[in-house]
Each structure stands twice: as structure tokens, then as C-alpha cells.
């Protein structure tokens, strides 16, 4: 697949071919350059294999967006006997995910959750929109291409478009989901998704929902759209990274947690610090 330098919407981009892209930045590139640049490089030139919680996570979108790899259950307890890890990678070779067959149960409970659920149902509902779209766009300050993969993009209709983004998660607890925000930069992949829907002209004023559902029984939902001072913080984190990768590009250099020229000055955590500072000094 060759690198995509033209701005636009592609629908019939597979998923593969979208992550093939090494000259554009994606939402998740960019929340890893903000941890360290060669954490990103290295990560570009050594993709990740298949893990099983990726499995999951891939059967569940795939069976509430109706777009993914075929789901198949292989009947055994876990994946520690020989022939039930051949199996599964059996399917992975023809394309496909393989799940336990209680995982696969499970996989379609959700769905069924997710299609009873008031506000889920309709933003995912068959008809009204299409799954796995891929947006180019090129950033007007920095000049770098961008890239976006939404979950689901609505077909154009009057009022406001909603992007909504379904994740799998522990706990759709609002405090829990308040800390996770926080800890994988939901609210930077926010900012980016919208910068992308305004940059290609979709709509003006779009919406960006994220749709959380629990792993477990009874398999709880909770949609959320972040307040205006959370996308601000995700937009200004954005705007970092990109200046950084810019940088890193033009440069060649992707340094790491801090400056390689000097040490670092390192202190105790402040709690620890005033914690032996009272028992010790």
C-alpha cells in the first residue's frame, strides 16, 4: 500500500493498510510521542504482535459496528493446550479471530446490551452510518499530514454530526472512566477526531461521543462527551506532539524521556519526600 499524501475521506481503507501509514500521524502516535519520540520511532519499526486482549476488543467492535474479521469459537477452557493455541492461530492466518468459546458468548451478550441500550443503539444502528472510516488531512500550522480512523461516521443528515467511539473497558463507572480519560489521552484522540471532521469539511460544529461498555455482567454502559476545558487540555497536548514530531522529523533524532546531554536532577515523589523528611531529617 502506498503512503497517502492527498487530504481526504477513504472508506475502502482496511485497517491493515491504514496502520501501514508511516509518513502521517495518528491520534495514538501522537499521545506516544508525548511520552518519549523513541518510544514512537521504535514502535513504527517494530509493530506489536497479536495479543489476546486486542482479540477481545476486536470481537466486540466488530460485532456492535458490524465491520471486522470473522469470530470464531474454539471450545476450550483457555489457550495452554497445544491444540487449542493451533487453532487459534489457525484462524489468525485465514484472517480471522479466534475467541474461547465462553469469550465469544460473552462478545455477542455485549452486543445485545449495546442494542438495547437508548443512546448506544441509535448512534450505532445499521443504516445510519458506516464503520472504520480513514481521514487524511493536512495540518495547516505545522504542515504535517494527520491521520483519524473513526469507529463510526454518520451519513451526512441535517443538525450536528456525532462521531461516536466505542471502548471496552473494567469499570464504566463515571470516576473510573474520569481516570482513564486521563490515563490513555481519550480526550486527546477527542480533539484530534474533531480536528479531522472540521479539517475535511464534514461538518462545522461536530459532536465526539465516547461509548463505554463493561467486560463483565451485567456488561454496563456509559456514553460520555467531555466538557470544553478537557478537549482544550486534549488539543493542547496534540499541538505539543505534533510540534515535537515535526521536529524529530526534520531533524532525525527521536530522543528519549528527557535530554541525553546532561543528567537528569531527580527528587523523591513529593509525598515521599514530606513522608521520610518528618520520620528521618
Known sequence: MSEIVEPGLYPQLTAEEYHAQRTSLSSTGARTMLKA??????????????????????????????DGPELVAVEAPDWRTKAAREERDAVADAGGVALLASDYDRVHEMADVI???????????????????????????????????????????????????????????????????????????????????R????????AFLLVFQEKTAPFLITVVELDMPTLRIGAAKNERALDMYRVCVETGRWPGYVPEHEPFYLSLPAWALNRDTEEYL
Open 37 to 66: 519520540p523513541a518510544l514512537y520511532r521504535y514502535e513504527q519499526d517494530h509493530p506489536q504482535p497479536r495479543r489476546d486482549t486486542f482479540d477481545f476488543g476486536t470481537a466486540a467492535h466488530k460485532l456492535v459496528l458490524g
Open 115 to 197: 442494542r438495547r441500550h437508548p443512546i448506544a443503539s441509535a448512534l450505532f444502528a445499521a443504516g445510519n452510518g458506516r464503520p472504520e472510516q480513514s481521514l487524511f488531512w493536512r495540518d495547516e500550522r505545522t504542515e504535517i499530514m494527520r491521520r483519524a480512523r473513526l469507529d463510526w461516521l454518520p451519513n451526512p443528515r441535517d443538525g450536528r454530526l456525532i462521531v461516536a467511539d466505542y471502548k471496552t473497558t473494567v469499570s464504566a463507572h463515571p470516576e473510573a472512566l474520569a481516570r482513564a480519560v486521563d490515563t490513555y489521552g481519550y480526550h486527546q484522540q477527542a480533539a484530534w477526531y474533531l480536528d479531522g471532521v
Open 199 to 206: 479539517a475535511l469539511d464534514l461538518d462545522e460544529k461536530p
